[in-house]
């Protein structure tokens, strides 16, 4: 362990129009905090945008405006609605709405199975897509929006995959159970 190796040094700014703050050629604990902080930025914005569009209403809105889409296509019952919209912006959050919804007995053992797999591809969404993918934007040759539209339709094509293997492989494993299917 030397600490020397780990402070590291900066890198160096070759040239100042190819650089960022970091230069070129730094390495190191020093180098992963610095690019960190460089995403600290994009976090708080994305975080702060999901925070005023709260106050304002919006995710109540958009609960209601899911509520026709859930059923036909994930068999999720509408108060649903809430936990994966948390999902887009925290991972965290959107799993304890859903364990809430799960132990008052608000959804199915299956339900939670198809939630979970809307939540897992690409938790986060929002807030990952806008602090990760911000160190790409400058490179991408489509627009910005895109790449979040395939990833968020890609949710809904996993979970309905998982509610058809639901149906139809494992139903023997959910016939005890009341369901909205």
């Keep these: 362990f030397d600490y020397t190796t780990l402070l590291g040094k900066f890198g160096t700014m ?13 390495a190191s604990a020093r180098a ?3 690019l960190a902080l460089s995403l600290t930025p994009s976090v708080m914005l994305a975080l702060g945008v999901l925070e005023i569009l709260t106050e304002y209403g919006a995710i109540r809105a958009a609960h209601r405006l899911l509520t026709p889409l859930l059923n036909p296509l994930l068999g999720l019952p509408g108060l649903t609605g809430l936990a994966l919209i ?3 912006q925290s991972t965290d959050a959107g799993a304890a709405l859903t364990k809430e919804l799960y132990d008052n007995k608000e959804v199915t053992k ?6 979970s797999a809307w939540q897992y591809s ?18 991408l040759t489509v627009p910005v929006i ?18 058809f293997a639901l149906n139809t492989i494992y139903k023997g494993a959910f016939a005890d159970e009341q369901s909205s299917n």
């Design 14 to 26: 070759t040239q100042a129009a190819k650089s960022n703050f970091m230069g070129e050629g730094g």
């Design 146 to 163: 895109l790449p979040i539209l395939i990833m968020f339709v890609m949710k809904f094509v996993g979970a309905i995959i998982t509610r």
């Design 110 to 115: 299956k339900e939670l199975i198809v939630m």
């Design 86 to 88: 948390t999902d887009l």
């Design 32 to 34: 992963g905090f610095l």
């Design 122 to 139: 690409g938790a986060g969404l929002i807030s990952n897509y806008f602090a990760s993918g911000a160190l790409i934007f400058s490179v």
